[in-house]
């Protein structure tokens, strides 16, 4: 693979491989519509099931909707990753990786333009939850600089997760074994606070749901936004802004480097 020298030039080029390998990825929706919608929909089915067919908001004193809209929110964020996982697992598999290595291209576009067309994505469904939460009574009640810092919060978590899965992926290796990566996932998403609040659980079981990188988030956007939360007087809790930021920092520099790394060695 050639390489520019180092610079502005190379930053420029770095910038145009990686908006080309997004613009791919955008290509793929306008061929795959029923894909994409199927991600944005998913997500309201199972906010409208948990809202009028199955329940929430156990412990929760005040609207059930407002307490369970953001954590839905959470959970949006954290799931959809399955998508990502098998775009990587099966370029990996077809071929892709390697008729890009042998392109005058910056290697890391390709995950770089990947996570750029999710994040659109992410947008995207962001907006659509809002939109239907708002359509079932759900309201923000702090103004709009702390609605725009509870979304910041949101896709930020969006991009931590983002950057694990495409490393599970590469690890992966294979599209058969993104299911397996799925099992795994689903269990985390529910061990939080989106559907129920920790003092409503066991005491054991609401220890660790509080300390769920979901939670956190959830919790901290829900304090944004003046919805319910729960009366949780713990540590995490009350610092759940602080955590917000930390877990998704500390998993995007674990797993940003190491999935670079794991490419990079792909790409020789």
């Known amino acids: 693979m050639s390489t520019t020298t180092a610079g502005p030039g190379r930053i420029g080029w770095a910038l145009a491989d990686s908006w080309t390998m997004t613009r791919r990825e955008l290509a793929h929706w306008a061929r795959q519509p029923v894909q994409v919608v199927v991600g944005l929909v998913f997500p309201v089915m199972l906010l409208l099931m948990f809202n009028y067919l199955v329940g929430g908001g156990q412990g929760v004193e005040g609207d059930n909707t407002e307490f369970l809209v953001p954590g839905m929110l959470a959970l949006t964020m954290a799931f959809g990753l399955e998508g990502t996982m098998l775009a990587v697992t099966q370029d990996l598999n077809k071929g892709v990786v390697d008729r890009f290595r042998s392109m005058p291209m910056v290697s890391g576009a390709v995950l770089v333009g990947r996570s750029a067309a999710d994040m659109l994505q992410s947008v995207a469904a962001l907006a659509v ?32 997760m983002l950057w694990t899965g495409i490393q599970l992926a590469m690890v992966a290796g294979r599209p058969e074994m993104v299911q397996a990566v799925q099992i795994l996932v689903w269990p985390v998403g529910f061990l939080s606070n989106v559907f129920a609040t920790p003092e409503s659980m066991p005491g054991p079981l609401g220890a660790a749901v509080e300390w769920n990188p979901m939670s956190a988030t959830a919790t901290a956007v829900r304090d944004l936004f003046g919805n319910p939360g729960g009366s949780s007087g713990s540590w995490a809790a009350e610092h759940a802004g602080l955590l917000a930021v930390l877990w998704p920092v500390a998993l995007i520099a674990v797993f940003f480097p190491l999935a670079v790394r794991r490419f990079a060695r792909l790409s020789r």
């Open 129 to 160: 939850m809002t939109g239907v939460g708002y359509a079932l009574g759900w309201r923000w009640h702090n103004g709009t600089a702390a609605a725009l810092g509870a979304l910041g919060l949101l896709l930020l978590l969006r991009f931590a």
